[in-house]
C-alpha cells in the first residue's frame, strides 16, 4: 500500500535535511556518469559540492501559501517529494541568491534553476501557471507509482484553488524524465542551456 501524502509548508530541520538527502540520493542515481563524480560525492562539509549546497538551499527556503511542499512516507525518512511553487517569480529563499532546483520523473532528478516566471503568463494573475520545482522518489522506492501520485494529489489541490497546468524544466539526457512527463500529457516548449548548480546542461522546458 503506497504510504500516505501529506501537505507541509513549514518542514522542521530536521525535515529539510532529510529532504536534501533524499534529493542528493536522486541526483546521484540518474546523473552518474552526466555529471562530475566530484560533485556529486563531494563531502558535506565541501560547499560547492551537492550535498552542501541541498543543505543549504533546504535551510534558507521559505514557501508560500500559494505553494505546494507533498511528501510520501514517514517525515524523517520520506520515500519521495513534490514542490509547486503557485508564483514562479517571487524569491522564496533568505538573503539575495534565487532559491536552486531541479525535477524529475518518477524520482529520477532533473535540472534546474528557476531564473524566469512562466514566459506564456497566464489569467490567474500569479505569474501564469504555478512551477514544479522538485520532484524526486528515493532511488529504492521507484517502480510504485509515488511521483505519479504526488501530481495527481498537487493537480487536485491546484484545482481546488483555481490553478490549472504545471510547467517545469528537465536535462535532455533526462529521457526516463521526459518519456514520464509525456505519459502524463506534458508537451516540450522550448530548449536552452542552463547552469544548475554550476554544471551546463541543454535544458528542456515541459509544460
Known amino acids: ?17 532529510a529532504l536534501a538527502a533524499l534529493q542528493a540520493a536522486s541526483w546521484r542515481d540518474a546523473y552518474r556518469g552526466v555529471l562530475p563524480d566530484a560533485f556529486l560525492e563531494a563531502p558535506a562539509e565541501a560547499p560547492d559540492g551537492l550535498a552542501a549546497r541541498l543543505v543549504a538551499e533546504w535551510s534558507a527556503l521559505r514557501l508560500a501559501t500559494e505553494d505546494l511542499l507533498l511528501t510520501a512516507g514517514p517525515a524523517l525518512a520520506p520515500e519521495a517529494f513534490a514542490v509547486i511553487l503557485g508564483d514562479p517569480g517571487a524569491s522564496r529563499t533568505v538573503g539575495d541568491a534565487p532559491p536552486e532546483a531541479e525535477v524529475g520523473p518518477d524520482g529520477q532528478g532533473g535540472p ?35 511521483g505519479e501520485a504526488l501530481l495527481r494529489d498537487a493537480a487536485r489541490r491546484l484545482i481546488g484553488r483555481g490553478r490549472t497546468g504545471l510547467w517545469l524544466w528537465v536535462f535532455e539526457v533526462n529521457v526516463g524524465a521526459r518519456r514520464f512527463y509525456a505519459r502524463l500529457g506534458a508537451q516540450e516548449e522550448l530548449r536552452r542551456r542552463q547552469a544548475p548548480y554550476g554544471q551546463p546542461q541543454l535544458c528542456v522546458r515541459l509544460g
Do not use: T
Open 1 to 17: 500500500m503506497p504510504p500516505p501524502i501529506r501537505l507541509s509548508l513549514h518542514p522542521s530541520v530536521a525535515e529539510r535535511r
Open 112 to 146: 534546474d534553476r528557476l531564473a524566469e516566471p512562466d514566459a506564456q503568463g497566464g489569467p490567474d494573475g500569479q505569474g501564469g501557471r504555478p512551477y514544479l520545482d522538485h520532484l524526486h522518489v528515493r532511488p529504492d522506492a521507484r517502480g510504485q507509482g509515488l
